[in-house]
C-alpha cells in the first residue's frame, strides 16, 4: 500500500447531481477540478437508488417554466441526444412536472459531460479524512483498494449528501430536523412484465394493498405511493417500501436495506394477486441500494426557511432556483406537498452554499443550509444541478482569486448559461 499525493485548484467530493454540476462549473472557469465518488459511476440516487425522475428542473405552473439551466440543462440536452429526454411531464397523479430518465442513459451522459468540461474524475474512491487548518480545508484523504490518496487543494465542494465532508472538516452540522428526525429512506424498485396499456391509477395500487392487509398481510408499509412506467420499456417503478432508517449506521441501513427487499417481494405479491394488468409481473431490481432522503445538514452563512420558499422569496446574492413543492415523506404515509406561492420558484442565496466558519468549503445539493421545509423542497435534483453549479463557481472563483464575490459569481453563472 502506498500514499499518493495529488494537487487541484478544487476537490469536489461526491459524484450525484449536485457534485456532478459542481465539477463542470468549475472546471469551466479554468480551475484544475477533482471529482470523487465513491460509487462506480456518477449519478447519486438517481443512477444508485433508481430515483429515475429528475424534479425541479420546473416550476409547477402553467404554462411550464424552466428555472434551472446550466450544467443541469446541458445534462438534459445530452439525455436528448441520447433519444431519452423529450421535455417536461406533467405527472397526471400529482400535477407535478417531472423529467423522466433511464439509468444507463443517465449514467453515460454525466461520464459524458463531466469528461467534455475536462474535470478529472476519480470513480471507487471514498473520502475518510480531512485537515483543516485556519479556517480553511488543507487536504482530503480518500482512499481505494491501493491505499491513501492525499489531495490538496486550495477550495473545496461538499457533494457528499450526507454532509461528509463537512462533518470529517469538524465544520457545523445539524442531523434531520430540530428534533433529528428525518424524512423516510424508501427502497426504489422496479417491476418488469407490465403491458404497456395497463393503467397506472394509483387508486388500483391503494385498494390491492388495502385489500391485502385486511386478509392479514403486514409486511409492507405504504398504501399510497408511486407508480410510473419507464418511457419505451414494459417496466413499471414503484415507490412504496418505506424504511425509518438512519442513513450514517452501517447496522442502521443492513435492517432497513433487508425490511425493504422483503417489503419489494410482497408488494409483487399483492400487485400479481389484486392490480390488472400485473399478473405475470416480476421483479427486475431493487435499489441498487435503499434511498437515504436525508442525514446531515450544513449549517451555512443563511439558514433558507420555509418561509423563503414558500413565497417565493428573492434574494440579492441568488446564485439557484428552486421551483419544487416542499414534498415530506413520513414512513408508511403518503407524501405531504405545500406549493410555492403562484406556483413559481423562490431563490437560493450564495450565503446558503458557504460553510458557517470556513473560508474555502462550499456545500450543495441535498445538504444546503436550510431549515426542515426549504430542504424538503431544495432537497430535488433538479435543484441540485443547481445549487451544485453554484457552489463550484464560487469554489473555483474562490481558488482563483481568494475572495468571495456574490456578484462575480453569478456574472460567471449567467456566463455559464444558469437561470438566476
Ligand atoms: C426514495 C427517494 C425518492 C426521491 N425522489 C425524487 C424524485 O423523484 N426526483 C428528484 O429530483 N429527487 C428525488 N429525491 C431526492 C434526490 O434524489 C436527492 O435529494 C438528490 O439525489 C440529492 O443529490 P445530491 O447530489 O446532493 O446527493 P446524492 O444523489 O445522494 O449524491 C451524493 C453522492 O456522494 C457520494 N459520496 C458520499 N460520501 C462520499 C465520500 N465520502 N467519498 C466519495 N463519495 C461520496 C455518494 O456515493 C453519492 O453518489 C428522492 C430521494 C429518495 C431517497
Not at 79 to 84: A, D, P, Q, S, V
Not at 343 to 355: A, C, G, K, Q, T
Amino acid at each position: 500500500m502506498h500514499n499518493r499525493k495529488l494537487r487541484f485548484d478544487v476537490v469536489v467530493v461526491g459524484g450525484g447531481t449536485a457534485g456532478v454540476a459542481a465539477a463542470i462549473g468549475a472546471s469551466n472557469v479554468g480551475a484544475r477540478t477533482l471529482l470523487i465518488e465513491k460509487n462506480p459511476y456518477f449519478g447519486g440516487a438517481a443512477t444508485h437508488s433508481s430515483v429515475l425522475t429528475f424534479c425541479g428542473f420546473f416550476a409547477q405552473q402553467e404554462p411550464i417554466m424552466q428555472v434551472v439551466g446550466g450544467v443541469g440543462d446541458q445534462v438534459l440536452q445530452e439525455l436528448r441526444r441520447l433519444g431519452i429526454y423529450e421535455g417536461p411531464y406533467r405527472n397526471p397523479n400529482s400535477g407535478n412536472v417531472i423529467v423522466l430518465l433511464d439509468a444507463e442513459a443517465t449514467k453515460y451522459a454525466l461520464d459524458r459531460k463531466v469528461m467534455e468540461a475536462g474535470v478529472t474524475p476519480r470513480l471507487h474512491c471514498q473520502v475518510i479524512e480531512a485537515h483543516v487548518d485556519g479556517g480553511e480545508v488543507q487536504s482530503v484523504v480518500a482512499v481505494d483498494h491501493g491505499g491513501r490518496i492525499t489531495v490538496e487543494a486550495t477550495a473545496f465542494v461538499d457533494a457528499s449528501g450526507e454532509a461528509n465532508l463537512t462533518a470529517l472538516a469538524g465544520g457545523p452540522v445539524r442531523f434531520g430536523d430540530h428534533e433529528g428526525q428525518v424524512q423516510a429512506g424508501t427502497l426504489v424498485f422496479r417491476i418488469g412484465g407490465v403491458p404497456s396499456d395497463a393503467p397506472l391509477d394509483r387508486k388500483l395500487f391503494e385498494a390491492a394493498i388495502q385489500k391485502a392487509k385486511q386478509q392479514g398481510v403486514t409486511s409492507v408499509t405504504k398504501e399510497r405511493g408511486m407508480v410510473l412506467r419507464l418511457p419505451g420499456t414494459r417496466d413499471v417503478l414503484a415507490m412504496f417500501a418505506d424504511e425509518d432508517v438512519n442513513g450514517l449506521d452501517a447496522a442502521s441501513l443492513t435492517a432497513a436495506e433487508m425490511s425493504a427487499r422483503h417489503q419489494a417481494w410482497s408488494y409483487l405479491d399483492i400487485f400479481r394477486r389484486y392490480v390488472p394488468g400485473f399478473e405475470q409481473a416480476y421483479l427486475v431490481q431493487t435499489g441498487p441500494a435503499i434511498g437515504i432522503r436525508e442525514t446531515r445538514h450544513v449549517i451555512g452563512e443563511y439558514v433558507l426557511t420555509g418561509e423563503d420558499v414558500i413565497n417565493g422569496v428573492r434574494h440579492p446574492d441568488a446564485v439557484a432556483r428552486g421551483g419544487w413543492p416542499v414534498e415530506i415523506h413520513r414512513a408508511g404515509q403518503p407524501a405531504i406537498y405545500h406549493q410555492i406561492r403562484d406556483r413559481s420558484f423562490y431563490d437560493i442565496p450564495l450565503r446558503s452554499l458557504r460553510v458557517r466558519g470556513f473560508q474555502n468549503l462550499w456545500c450543495a445539493g441535498r445538504i444546503i443550509s436550510c431549515d426542515p421545509i426549504a430542504f424538503a423542497s431544495a432537497r430535488v435534483m433538479g435543484t441540485a444541478f443547481a445549487t451544485g453549479h453554484a457552489a463550484g463557481v464560487a469554489a473555483a472563483y474562490y481558488a482563483a482569486t481568494k475572495t468571495v464575490d456574490p456578484a462575480a459569481v453569478r456574472h460567471e453563472l449567467l456566463r455559464q448559461g444558469a437561470y438566476i
